[in-house]
């Protein structure tokens, strides 16, 4: 109790900043248990929040070939989701409101990265004005 007292002195002097872990793999400053968005590999495993490295393992996933299971995927908490599938195909979506869905075919997996940071930090709107058509592309 006394430190917290401590703290709240120094806090009300301007002289205390707290420590916190404020690394979040799309660099927004939200702290990483903030579960925001989600990814989904080839298999359909969640994973929370997942890093950039992360990220791009589950792109480079995609050069192994599996009709069954063709794609990755991030979706935000919003209901945005982007899919990814070999060959560069990506597809945009809301999974909540209904809105989409539109494609894109030979996105390399840099843009999608791109992509997927941007909608990790609820920027979907960025999204919005690319040249997506309509529906799944296939």
């Known amino acids: 109790i006394q430190q917290l007292l401590g703290g709240a002195r120094l806090a009300a002097l301007g002289r205390f900043r707290p420590k916190v872990d404020v690394r979040y793999a799309s660099g927004s400053g939200e ?3 903030a579960m925001r968005y989600f990814a989904r590999d080839r298999m359909g495993a969640t994973i929370q929040s997942p890093g950039m490295d992360r990220m791009r393992k589950l792109l480079d996933s995609l050069a192994t070939e599996d009709p069954e299971h063709p794609d990755v995927s991030l979706t935000h908490e919003s209901g ?3 899919a990814a599938f ?3 195909l990506i597809v945009f979506e ?3 409101t209904g809105d989409g869905p539109w494609h ?3 996105v390399g997996a840099d843009h999608i990265l791109d992509y997927w940071r941007a909608l990790a ?3 979907h709107e960025r999204l919005l004005p690319l040249p ?3 529906g799944y592309g296939v």
């Open 104 to 106: 894109m075919r030979s």
């Open 80 to 82: 945005w989701c982007l």
């Open 86 to 88: 070999a060959g560069g």
């Open 132 to 134: 997506w058509v309509d």
């Open 121 to 123: 930090d609820g920027n």
């Open 31 to 33: 702290a990483p248990d």
């Open 94 to 96: 809301n999974v909540e």
